[in-house]
């Protein structure tokens, strides 16, 4: 069964960049979907980016060019490259994958992100 870990998150200060990782413990060259998503306290989880079988990529209207979702198929792993960060961007960012249209979801245990002012 195909496991998936995010590292990456941290403290920075608003502006500042990071570069989230979700490494597969399996081949994501296949992968149906691929996708990061965001969780704050007491809110809903939401889309941030994603990457389809395709190529075609998706981004939530409120990256606004500041985020880049890409994935290295040779070392199994996604990444979430994050610019000009805001204190609102602090939030849990978890990574999910589908490996066929009728896979299950497989989530990613979160990494804590903070942006301070």
């Known amino acids: 069964q195909v496991q998936l870990v995010e590292s990456g998150g941290g403290l920075v200060q608003a502006g500042g960049s990071l570069r989230l990782s979700c490494a597969a413990s399996?081949?994501?060259?296949?992968?149906?979907?691929m996708g990061w998503y965001r969780q704050a306290p007491g809110k809903q989880r939401e889309s941030v980016a994603s990457?389809?079988?395709?190529?075609?990529?998706y981004y939530g209207d409120f990256v606004k060019g500041r985020f880049t979702i890409s994935k290295d198929n040779g070392k199994n792993t996604m990444y979430l490259q994050m610019n000009s960060l805001k204190p609102e961007d602090t939030c849990v960012y978890y990574c999910?994958?589908?490996?066929?249209?009728?896979?299950?979801?497989?989530w990613g245990q979160g990494t804590q992100v903070t942006v301070s002012s």
């Open positions: 999910k994958m589908r490996l066929s249209f009728g896979d299950v979801e497989r």
């Open positions: 399996g081949s994501i060259s296949g992968a149906y979907f």
């Open positions: 990457i389809s079988r395709g190529g075609s990529i």
